[in-house]
């Protein structure tokens, strides 16, 4: 399933260093000649491919690039130190456009992969460059020039790691707007999701993971009823299943039972995908009802239950710890 992130970033190339103008003062040398030197490149900015990267959420946050000047030249014809380039990370995929423009500047594909999106400015020159028989003792020297300057625009189209399943009214699109900063349509009612809304959820370690929430699958889903079949093959893509469970349904064993059954009417391996079951609206039972329902459910799956109410927020810190383990995410 795909999904577009979006992001756009300035980015400021550095300046060169100034040139300057100095004269050779030794001993014994009666006339000393110009010495001035230039001065260093600005630094580059430069994009690079990152496979660890999976979302452009950390540019929500930073939103400006700036690279290091050059230095000034130095007297004995030293040219200044060139700024180093600023290397910056992004997912593989990310589409590189001008934002101005629209114009595609590049597609980093693969990890290492670079796209130079700014070039620091020329050194300027410094004295010794104009000496000359007309003129021995020149005092000119030039500055350096600024960096470029550009808007970009990042694009990456993501794939949903996470798909959020159950039956309809089960709380789903409740759970990824609490998780994350989707804001899919909640109403007490089925088929309320009608296309899946994803969204990003931050890991442990400050990128996401993207999450779908996959309207409701119903008997008959794998053969085209209710939404059908399209949703099932969104799921194909994803790596871990959450499936969700409502607590408070009149046959929760009979709903859990009916979603497998479609995923394996489905076929393609995906009553196969690693998946945690999670029974939903926990608060709307007693505890001891709640304790034998986690039992039986737990025999039916073959799996631990989770417990959450997606609409208190309780239960998700080891939901998500759940997940990032699926996933074989460093938890901190
Ligand atoms: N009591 C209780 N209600 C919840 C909880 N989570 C969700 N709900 C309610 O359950 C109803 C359905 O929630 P949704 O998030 O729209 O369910 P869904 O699974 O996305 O439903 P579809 O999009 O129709 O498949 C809403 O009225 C929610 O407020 C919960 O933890 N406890
Ligand atoms: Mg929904």
Known sequence: MQFIDQARIAVHAGRGGDGIAAFRREKYVPAGGPSGGDGGRGGDVV?????????????????????????????????????????????????????????????????????????????????????????????KFTEGRDGEIWQLQLELKLLAEVGIIGLPNAGKSTLIAVLSA??????????????????????????????????????????????????????ERTRLLVHMVDAGSAAPLDDYAVVMGELEAYGHGLDQRPRIVVLNKIELLDPEALKQLQMELAVLSGLEVLLISAAAAQGLEALLAAVWQELGIQSS
Do not use: M
Request: with cysteine.
């Open 182 to 235: 989707a804001r899919p349509k909640i109403a007490d009612y089925p088929f309320t999701t009608l296309v899946p809304n994803l969204g990003v959820v931050r890991r442990p370690s400050g990128d996401g993971t993207v999450f779908a929430d996959i309207p409701g699958l119903i008997a008959g889903a794998s053969q085209g009823a209710g939404l059908g079949h399209d949703f099932l093959r969104h799921i």
């Open 47 to 139: 994009l690079r491919a990152d496979g660890n990267l999976q979302t452009l959420l950390d540019f929500k946050y930073k939103r400006q690039f700036v690279a290091p000047d050059g230095r000034r030249g130095g007297p004995n014809k030293a040219t200044g130190a060139s700024g180093d380039a600023l290397v910056i990370k992004v997912p593989c995929g990310t589409e590189v456009r001008d934002a101005r423009t629209g114009i595609l500047l590049g597609d980093l594909t693969e990890t290492g992969q670079e796209l130079p999106v700014a070039f620091g400015g020329r050194g300027g020159l410094g004295n010794a460059h104009y000496l000359s028989n007309r003129n021995r003792a020149p005092e």
